[in-house]
């Protein structure tokens, strides 16, 4: 089975990225060129701007426009006999628009830490701050955030603090008053 010959437009700003993204994927899922519309920022360009900027589709089966393009596509459909279609609005989700999985970024450089916030933490009793933080942590936090809320008494801070770390949790305090 033959790939499907795809023409992807794109503007100056995204073109080299798209390339990188393009590059990625395996040659029999689909074969693909890169047309550059002589704009800056692809997801500006519009119906007719493609139609007056695009005048030689070469061998392409169909056509994919950035996500954030705005324009008539059937009318783009009809004016070049091909399929005309949105992409997705982020040209890094273009692997999974065509059911890839996307290159995983490499975060091995960062070292980060994951926060997650009991955003109503004055209002919940210790047990349920204790349960929220289990499944914030279950889900891959770091560090737990007691979140204060304005003007609200946080009597039991310290108990919640000192049972979190007792849990083993880091555990940051998100509050206006210098006080908490």
Request: glycine share 8%.
């Amino acid at each position: 089975m033959v790939a499907e010959k795809i023409l992807f437009l794109t503007g100056s700003l995204a073109e080299k990225q798209l390339v990188r993204v393009l590059e990625g994927v395996p040659a029999e899922v689909f074969q693909w060129r890169v047309h550059n519309l002589g704009i800056k920022v692809a997801a500006l360009m519009t119906g007719d701007m493609i139609r007056r900027r695009l005048t030689d589709i070469g061998d392409a089966q169909k056509i994919l426009v950035p996500g954030r393009c705005r324009g008539d596509l059937a009318a783009l459909t009809r004016h070049y006999g091909i399929p005309v279609e949105r992409g997705p609005e982020e040209l890094m989700d273009i692997p999974a628009f065509f059911g890839l999985e996307g290159k995983k970024p490499d975060l091995s450089r960062y070292d980060v830490k994951i926060f997650s916030e009991i955003v109503d933490a004055p209002n919940l009793m210790l047990d349920e701050i204790l349960l929220r933080a289990r499944s914030f942590v279950a889900d891959g936090a770091d560090v737990i955030d007691l979140g204060c809320l304005p003007e609200t008494p946080f009597a039991h801070l310290a108990d919640a603090v000192k049972t979190l770390k007792a849990e083993g949790y880091q555990v940051s305090v998100d509050s206006m008053q210098t006080e908490e």
